[in-house]
């Protein structure tokens, strides 16, 4: 149980355009979602928090006109990266949890994003 | 703001036990603490995760200092599939549980 998956699972863009992933909690229902950002060889920095129903809360530096995260249900939660330039190319993953008194974050597999 | 300290890298000799070590002096009395693993171009994957008493799983096992300010996870046989980036992370249900990842451990297991 628990799983969590992503979509697209990579995707290539050219400077300017927008790109839309999907974030889906296949069997529980995800109250918070999160999404991070990984560039190679480092580790994750948490992009923002999203409850269901709610305007995602960033973390600073975080430009949230350019990454729009909308959680409209307890299943699925979106990041659009918006006038994407190659300095955005990135592993972009979400995570999700529930407020069943569970801990956890259940993590998707990640989405691989090159901007050329 | 990462709030754990990690070694950069391990190394373990593969059906041996491995000890990572993450140390959280500015622990507070809400913070959980998580491990996650992650191997290349993957998500994170859940280990294990403790507030204050040992915990054991089928995974790993978890021992927490008395003073809370260090955690050691354990995995006791290692195994190649072992491989993986450890992070160690602290979270809080009342602050909104979210995850700041730090450096993490990269352990190599030799065959």
């Known amino acids: 149980g628990a799983v969590v998956s992503q979509h697209p699972s990579w995707v290539i863009c050219k400077s300017g355009t927008s790109v839309k992933i999907e974030c889906r909690s296949l069997d529980f229902q995800a109250t918070t979602m999160f999404w991070y950002r990984q560039f190679p060889k480092q580790s994750l920095m948490l992009m923002a928090t999203s409850n269901e129903g709610s305007k995602a809360t960033y973390e600073q530096g975080v430009e949230k006109d350019k990454f729009l995260i909308n959680h409209a249900s307890l299943t699925l939660s979106t990041l659009t990266v918006t006038s994407a330039h190659p300095e955005d190319s990135s592993f972009y993953i979400c995570?999700?949890?529930?407020?069943?008194?569970?801990?956890?974050?259940?993590f998707g597999p990640g989405t691989r994003l090159t901007v050329t | 703001d990462a709030k754990t300290t990690q070694p950069n890298s391990m190394e373990s000799n593969e059906e041996e036990p491995v000890h990572l070590p993450c140390n959280h002096s500015t622990i507070s009395g809400t913070d959980y603490i998580h491990w996650y693993r992650q191997l290349p171009s993957q998500g994170p994957e859940y280990v294990i995760h403790?507030?204050?008493s040992n915990v054991n799983n089928r995974m790993a096992s978890l021992a927490i200092a008395e003073d809370r300010k260090s955690s050691t996870l354990i995995l006791h046989r290692a195994t190649l599939r072992d491989a993986a980036v450890y992070y160690c992370?602290?979270?809080?249900?009342?602050?909104?549980?979210?995850?700041?990842f730090g450096t993490g451990t990269s352990l190599t297991v030799i065959p």
């Open positions: 992370i602290l979270s809080a249900l009342v602050t909104g549980n979210q995850f700041y």
């Open positions: 403790g507030l204050t």
């Open positions: 995570s999700a949890s529930t407020t069943s008194g569970v801990y956890e974050q259940y």
